[in-house]
């Protein structure tokens, strides 16, 4: 049977597991497609994390970049209430662990999804409409452009007297108060533009360049300077592009475990 069955896979698989000697542990360990669908749902705990799987998978990187930004969003454990029962799910370095009950962390018997066979699954749901609401799908470049335009925000008001005086950065130069939602909203619609992008990311090297020799340049070391280049970079990218008709996601119960 495949990772993610169908529902004639399902129905076939029970058929099997009833007539075995072991039909009820075996039929109790099965986790329905649409139960593993929830769990992937939830985003592993991270704020909004549907929002930036759909940016983030719009840009079509191979499916090993992928999974790789899966492993890096999802965290900790969720417990899900379905109309199938309680499910755990733990997120490893390996996947995803699901089971039924209370706890998958250390459960030997837990599904194992990894995080290759997840990206797959949700790039499936994405296409199908049936993995972000409506608004979700429309939001999510904006809440990308967003979520950039805080960090370059907050690198720019760490820059030091002296970086300030050499003029890195000078197509920031409305960047001039801690106005901070009227700046960084500002500059979440600047980045729609392709020419402010290009000027930026000409400013942007020229500073990473000075930074990596001078650490000084900034006040504070807790910017991811690489990561930011790299994002900037991908809003240039050919997107795909989502729909839904889903207004809300599938409900499910949570519980703590």
């Known amino acids: 049977m495949s990772l993610f069955p169908t529902e004639a896979e399902q129905i076939a698989y029970i058929d099997t597991a009833e007539s075995a000697?072991?039909?009820?542990?075996?039929?109790?360990?099965?986790?329905?497609?649409?139960?593993?669908?929830?769990?992937?749902?939830?985003?592993?705990?991270?704020?909004?994390?549907r929002m930036k799987i759909a940016a983030e998978f719009s840009k079509q990187k191979p499916i090993a970049d992928r999974a790789a930004f899966l492993k890096n969003l999802y965290y900790g454990g969720n417990g899900l209430?379905?109309?199938?029962?309680?499910?755990?799910?733990?997120?490893?370095?390996?996947?995803?662990?699901i089971a039924k009950g209370d706890a998958a962390q250390h459960l030997r018997s837990a599904q194992l999804i990894r995080w290759?066979?997840?990206?797959?699954?949700?790039?499936?749901?994405?296409?199908?409409?049936?993995?972000?609401?409506?608004?979700e799908v429309t939001e999510a470049p904006r809440y990308e452009r967003l979520s950039i335009a805080v960090a370059i925000w907050n690198l720019y008001h760490d820059f030091s007297d002296e970086t300030k005086s050499l003029g890195y950065l000078s197509c920031l130069g409305n960047i001039h108060s801690t106005n901070f939602p009227e700046e960084t909203e500002r500059l979440t619609d600047d980045l729609l533009n392709p020419e402010f992008r290009e000027q930026f990311?000409?400013?942007?090297?020229?500073?990473?360049?000075?930074?990596?020799?001078?650490?000084?340049?900034?006040?504070?070391?807790f910017h991811r300077p690489q990561a930011l280049l790299t994002r900037m970079e991908d809003l240039s990218l050919p997107r795909k592009e989502y729909h839904s008709d889903m207004a809300a996601v599938p409900k499910t119960g949570r519980f703590y475990h």
């Open 116 to 135: 290759t066979d997840a990206a797959e699954r949700i790039d499936e749901l994405l296409d199908s409409g049936t993995f972000a609401t409506n608004l």
């Open 81 to 97: 209430i379905t109309e199938n029962g309680r499910f755990s799910a733990w997120y490893g370095d390996d996947g995803i662990h």
């Open 21 to 49: 000697n072991d039909a009820p542990s075996a039929i109790s360990a099965f986790i329905f497609q649409d139960d593993i669908d929830h769990i992937l749902r939830t985003g592993g705990n991270a704020d909004e994390a």
């Open 201 to 221: 990311l000409t400013e942007y090297k020229i500073f990473l360049d000075a930074y990596r020799k001078n650490r000084e340049l900034l006040r504070f070391h």
